[in-house]
């Protein structure tokens, strides 16, 4: 399955952006689906995920309450809400695909390229 993050862009702290994950070639409701980031000089973390079906969410601590994540299966599509935007947010923002929902990067088979988010403090 390939994928294709967009959505990234500047934000000020405290404001909002949504982030897109559109996915090709065979069908997203396949996987589970996950939002990773890394920050300049740090490892990739993850940031949120959501099962095959949508009814399942979950999430790192450091984003719990401010971002949420969800899929439209028809369009083949996962977001990311990302509220109350924090400076330490800043980070080029993957989404990603496999067979479960991890903290462990390695547990995803397919990744799209990141979509830089930069938060002015």
């Known amino acids: 399955v390939q994928l294709q993050a967009s959505g990234g862009g500047l934000v000020q702290a405290g404001g909002s952006l949504s982030l897109s994950c559109a996915a090709s070639?065979?069908?997203?409701?396949?996987?589970?689906m996950a939002w990773l980031r890394q920050a300049p000089g740090k490892e990739r973390e993850f940031v949120a995920g959501?099962?095959?079906?949508?009814?399942?969410?979950y999430y790192a601590d450091s984003v719990k309450g401010r971002f949420t994540i969800q899929r439209d299966n028809a369009k083949n599509t996962v977001y990311l809400r990302m509220n109350s935007l924090k400076f330490e947010d800043t980070a080029v923002y993957y989404c990603?695909?496999?067979?479960?929902?991890?903290?462990?990067?390695?547990?995803?088979?397919?990744w799209g390229q990141g979509t830089l988010v930069t938060v002015s403090s």
């Open positions: 990603a695909a496999g067979p479960f929902i991890s903290d462990s990067i390695s547990e995803y088979n397919y």
């Open positions: 070639g065979r069908t997203a409701s396949n996987y589970n």
């Open positions: 959501i099962n095959r079906s949508g009814s399942s969410a």
